[in-house]
């Protein structure tokens, strides 16, 4: 199993609203990625997990929280969301560092 | 810093053209190189990789050979389909320099019928 889950597909959210995206993986994979993709640009660098512990926080905003509550499960809490951050949340994971990233297919976000 | 750099697209090609979409990197150690595809309203996805100078990666018809003399990683196919219109990101990342992968900023394909 290759797959890297993601939900919901869509999200559409107020500025005042918290919500959480979700990641699953099941391949054992020891690093989970949070990556952040605007139109026709390549993904951006969030957050990087390894072995449960964030390895990477790549000056987020703080609206912005991760959470890695067990090895396949990675979330991202939104708070206090801003228009701009409106954009395609791709999770990913890889054995380790270095190696082939699989990525899920993506939340769409709209922050309005 | 490592870096990737692509040639800007897009491209547009008719069926059966021959590709070549160009990938040269800067990098202080021994990279993995690879090449992913994004194909409309999907998320990334592995088409080939490689991990030392010299190394071929291929996949559905694609090719990438890994150059350290001029630090290049040309995708080619020689034949293209119109399902291969997607976004092709050239990449590399490096075992010493953690968990980043460093994008280039990616290729815009068009294949018409």
């Known amino acids: 199993d290759t797959e890297v889950t993601q939900t919901p597909k869509h999200l559409v959210m107020g500025m005042t609203n918290k919500k959480s995206l979700k990641c699953e993986q099941h391949?054992?994979?020891?690093?989970m990625y949070w990556y952040k993709q605007k139109a026709k640009k390549p993904p951006e660098l969030m957050f990087v997990y390894s072995y449960e512990k964030l390895s990477i926080n790549e000056s987020v905003p703080s609206r912005f929280s991760p959470e890695c509550p067990n090895s396949s499960l990675l979330n991202l809490h939104l708070h206090a969301l801003q228009p701009e951050d409106s954009a395609l949340y791709l999770c990913a994971s890889s054995q380790d560092s270095g190696n082939t990233q699989y990525f899920g297919p993506g939340t769409r976000l709209t922050v309005l | 810093g490592d870096s990737v750099t692509q040639m800007e697209g897009p491209v547009t090609l008719s069926e059966e053209a021959f590709l070549t979409i160009n990938c040269t990197y800067t990098a202080t150690g021994y990279p993995s190189l690879f090449w992913y595809v994004q194909y409309p309203g999907e998320g990334l996805q592995l088409l080939l990789k490689?991990?030392?100078?010299?190394d071929k990666g291929s996949n559905k018809g694609f090719e990438a050979t890994y150059r350290k003399e001029t630090t290049s990683f040309h995708l080619e196919k020689g034949s293209v389909q119109v399902s291969d219109s997607a976004v092709y990101f050239c990449a590399l990342s490096d075992r010493d320099g953690g968990f980043k992968t460093i994008f280039g900023a990616g290729t815009r394909l068009f294949v018409k019928a």
């Open positions: 490689a991990t030392k100078a010299d």
């Open positions: 391949m054992g994979h020891r690093a």
